[in-house]
């Protein structure tokens, strides 16, 4: 029902609340504020927050955040992040990565801040900041950036949403969110603090930023990249790069760039302007693309086995050396804490994660009171053995957050001192039909031999020397063998498809381990 304007649409006009609040406070509230929702949003901080200076704009701003509480916001969800997405294990990258980050923080508004830049080992396509100077990019958008200046143009423009104080704004909407993985409370204790995400597999509470801050986020990443000497074009370049992977790339995870970044196509056109103004600055400035592609050579593509692979349906992890299918056909995501798959077009959910099988207890303990302590009661269920390890099958019922009335088939296996846990969850009025399904993965766990772990590599990427009579779709098939489109190692390389390689060009192409 729709009315012309409410009671409480009148309230909250900015007039009338102005006239509630303090003298002072509305002198503040006038000259920092705007209109409407923003308007009275400010007003609920009125107390604990006040006008400032925007240092990258020089505008005045209400500040829902004093510098101090940015760095400890930055400080304690860097440690989540960290533990939730990884450390790229290459240090020669990381130091690369951190020292084109402080060339461009060092010229930027807020010098002083304690910088830190970090590639998260995600294959995702994707690069964020949080308050305080944290910056993160992941090593899966890394192989889609030809050469420095494009890295600089990302790690610029993340810069940017810290300098403007735009993370500063999205925490504060957040009220604090936490980062977390999607169905965290259903067997992790403690886990109903955690962020949800309505999709599979590992996920981070991003939101996006408004149209007008990435455009000024984009602005100030040209700014910073040419002060600092980079060629500022890198940065239309690795836009209209993005712009191409969503529809082609077949690098999969969440979330990608697209997901928590308006769609590059306008935005390659909104910098071109920043663009021609910074290039009348100096006479020469650097893309590096050779040395970009020294820095990438042997970076792991797609997942790393040390947190486990997916290969078609089955995900092995070479550490723990274990193996599991899920069910044929569903949407399997890797997360650092644990494993998940959606049935495609459907409610039903699998997810993989481990349990410590604490002195003195059995396997059953471990299963029933994991259960119970996600509010789940034991339907049935039976101590057994699965591929030769000791197990604890069980059907559960209850209700679970996000997922209301559900039905769970359940396997607590027994390895090495540590319990997996691999359950499949379906709606209460549709578990009928996937049980056999269920039934089916939990008894495909099974142990690997040393051997057998060993012979699981990451695909990596590799350099190579373009030749005559060279083709996207040739390079494809007999150098990368398969592993991705021609039209992903086209876009890799800043590319189309139509447009082939040039005999003696070096590409990065992706090589099986």
Not at 57 to 78: P, W
Not at 268 to 282: D, I, L, W
Not at 293 to 307: A, E, F, I, S, T
């Amino acid at each position: 029902m729709r009315s012309s304007e409410s009671e409480v649409v009148q309230a909250f006009r900015p007039a009338n609340v102005v006239q509630a609040v303090s003298p002072a406070v509305q002198a503040g509230l006038k000259a920092c504020t705007t209109s409407g929702l923003h308007f009275i949003f400010a007003v609920l901080f009125a107390f604990t927050a006040g006008c400032a200076t925007n240092p990258a704009t020089g505008e005045r701003q209400f500040s829902l955040m004093s510098e101090e509480k940015e760095l400890e916001a930055g400080r304690q969800n860097d440690e989540q992040v960290r533990k939730e997405m990884g450390v790229y294990g290459d240090r020669a990258l990381q130091e690369y990565v951190t020292g084109v980050g402080m060339r461009l923080a060092a010229v930027s508004e807020r010098p002083s801040l304690p910088w830190h830049f970090t590639v998260v080992d995600v294959p995702a396509i994707n690069a964020f900041a949080l308050p305080g100077g944290y910056i993160y990019i992941t090593r899966g958008i890394l192989p889609f950036l030809d050469d420095e200046s494009q890295l600089a143009g990302v790690l610029g423009h993340e810069i940017g949403h810290v300098t403007a104080r735009h993370s500063v704004q999205q925490y504060s909407k957040a009220t604090g969110a936490q980062l977390g993985v999607i169905l965290g409370s259903i067997f992790v204790p403690g886990g109903a603090q955690t962020a949800q995400l309505g999709q599979a597999g590992l996920g981070v509470l991003f939101l996006k930023n408004s149209r007008d801050d990435e455009a000024q986020a984009d602005q100030l990443g040209v700014r910073y990249a040419s002060r600092a000497g980079w060629d500022p074009a890198g940065i239309p370049r690795m836009l209209t790069t993005l712009a191409r992977v969503e529809e082609e790339s077949d690098n999969k995870g969440v979330p990608n760039w697209l997901l928590t970044h308006p769609a590059p196509e306008d935005r390659v056109q909104r910098v071109q302007s920043a663009v021609q103004q910074a290039e009348t600055t100096a006479d020469r400035f650097t893309s590096d693309h050779d040395g970009y592609l020294k820095h990438v050579d042997g970076l792991v593509y797609g997942d790393n086995p040390d947190q486990g692979v997916v290969r078609g349906h089955s995900y092995l992890h070479r550490s723990l050396r274990f193996a599991f299918d899920f069910p044929d056909g569903w949407s399997v995501e890797n997360g650092q804490t644990q494993v998940a798959a959606r049935e495609p077009g459907g409610r039903s959910l699998m997810v993989l994660q481990t349990q410590r099988l604490g002195p003195g207890r059995t396997i059953e303990d471990v299963a029933v009171r994991s259960m119970e302590g996600a509010g789940l009661r034991t339907v049935s269920g039976s101590e057994t053995t699965i591929n030769g390890l000791p197990a604890f099958t069980g059907t559960y019922a209850g209700s679970l957050r996000n997922l209301g009335r559900v039905q769970v088939s359940a396997a607590h296996v027994l390895r090495d001192r540590e319990v997996f846990l691999v359950a499949g969850i379906a709606p209460a009025d549709a578990y009928s039909s996937v049980e056999p399904v269920f039934a089916k993965s939990l008894r495909s766990f099974r142990g690997l031999s040393t051997a057998e772990a060993e012979r699981i590599r990451p695909n990596r990427i590799e350099l190579y020397t373009a030749r005559q009579g060279d083709t996207w779709q040739g390079i494809a098939e007999r150098q990368s063998k398969g592993l991705v489109k021609a039209a992903t190692l086209a876009i890799m390389n800043g590319r189309t498809i139509s447009d082939q390689p040039r005999p003696g060009e070096r590409l990065k192409i992706v090589a099986g381990g």
